[in-house]
């Protein structure tokens, strides 16, 4: 199924920005909606951005405007670039594939529709 790895995480000030990246270890990664989730300490995963094949866009409520997710096929590379980040932003932070679809829609933000995650990186906020 291939793996994916994230990096990009690390501690920032409020107001501060960073950008994630997440490689796949193989092509197929371009083929399938992946999105960017995050879990802080004591509470529930959530979905923050999705991206299809082709690089439309979907965004969760939470941090909409905030963060913005890319993708660079030549580098089977989806990015999440995060701005004017809170203490509220500190979490680890994971990307995921949906490998039984292409083009991500209201279901993409079901945890269990992803089949492959990453292990994380961190993201911490400090005020």
């Known amino acids: 199924q291939g793996q994916l790895v994230e990096s990009g995480g690390g501690s920032v000030q409020t107001g501060g920005s960073l950008r994630l990246s997440c490689v796949a270890s193989?092509?197929?990664?371009?083929?399938?909606?992946v999105g960017w989730f995050r879990q802080a300490p004591g509470k529930g995963r959530e979905g923050l951005a999705l991206?299809?094949?082709?690089?439309?866009?979907m965004y969760a409520h939470t941090g909409k405007g905030q963060f913005i997710i890319s993708r660079d096929d030549a580098k089977n590379t989806v990015y999440l670039q995060m701005s004017n980040l809170t203490p509220e932003d500190t979490a680890m932070y994971y990307c995921?594939?949906?490998?039984?679809?292409?083009?991500?829609?209201?279901?993409?933000?079901?945890?269990?529709?992803?089949?492959?995650w990453g292990q994380g990186t961190q993201v911490t906020v400090s005020s």
């Open positions: 995921a594939a949906d490998l039984q679809r292409r083009y991500c829609n209201r279901g993409s933000w079901q945890i269990a529709e992803f089949d492959i």
């Open positions: 193989e092509e197929f990664f371009n083929e399938y909606c």
């Open positions: 991206i299809s094949k082709g690089g439309s866009t």
